[in-house]
Antibody
């Protein structure tokens, strides 16, 4: 069974860093793009980051570019989202996702 | 950036109805358009990929069509379990973008 499990969320103060993990199983992780998508409470979906299968190329929207870094460790079947200089507007449920499979999400709350 | 304008934002329909949800892209997205269904408290679920390809395990009452800038999700005969919010998503070009969602309520 294809499965993605996020971890690492929590409550942090503005300006703090936080690193999310995404543990993958049931498929060939090294052959797949990995995406991060977020959803603020009661709001729609926003794409946050993508990384290609071998980790050599990454993509971000302007809202997080320069603050967020996506990576993947194909040997550990794990993806990561390093989030720096967090803002209140980054408060959201964060999902890691393939095109056809999403994790259950992890909540990140940025508040003083 | 490609803007995805989704309509309607709210839809109320009865069991058995034919339902359509639309997404209009601000430029040609070459059929790189997915549809997702999300229920409260759950992650989105892929229904249709690349405009008209039904994801494995999704009932055949769901279908997609479109080209260029205009895309449609159709539910041929609405079932009670089809309530939720539907999102379109373009993956033709960076940054990837979602529609704002259509909340489907069952009358």
């Amino acid at each position: 069974e294809v499965q993605l499990v996020e971890s690492g969320g929590g409550l942090v103060q503005p300006g703090s860093p936080l690193k999310l993990s995404c543990a993958a199983s049931g498929f060939t992780f090294s052959s797949n793009w990995l995406n991060w998508i977020r959803q603020a409470p009661g709001k729609g979906l926003e794409w946050v980051a993508s990384i290609n299968p071998d980790g050599s190329s990454t993509y971000y929207p302007d809202t997080v570019k320069g603050r967020f870094v996506v990576s993947k460790d194909n040997a550990k079947n794990t993806g990561y989202l390093q989030m720096n200089n967090l803002r209140s507007e980054d408060t959201a449920m964060y999902y890691c996702a393939l095109q056809d499979t999403w994790g259950q999400g992890v909540m990140v709350t940025v508040s003083s | 950036d490609i803007q995805m304008t989704q309509s309607p934002s709210l839809l109320s329909a009865s069991v058995g109805d034919r339902v359509t949800i639309n997404c209009k892209a601000s430029q040609n997205i070459n059929k790189y358009l997915n549809w997702y269904q999300q229920k409260l408290g759950e992650a989105p679920k892929l229904l249709i990929y690349n405009t008209n390809n039904l994801q494995t395990g999704i009932p055949s009452r769901f279908s997609g069509s479109g080209s260029g800038t205009d895309y449609t999700l159709t539910i041929s005969s609405l079932q009670p379990e089809d309530f939720g919010t539907y999102f379109c998503f373009q993956h033709n070009s960076w940054p990837l973008t979602f529609g704002s969602g259509t909340k489907l309520e069952i009358k």
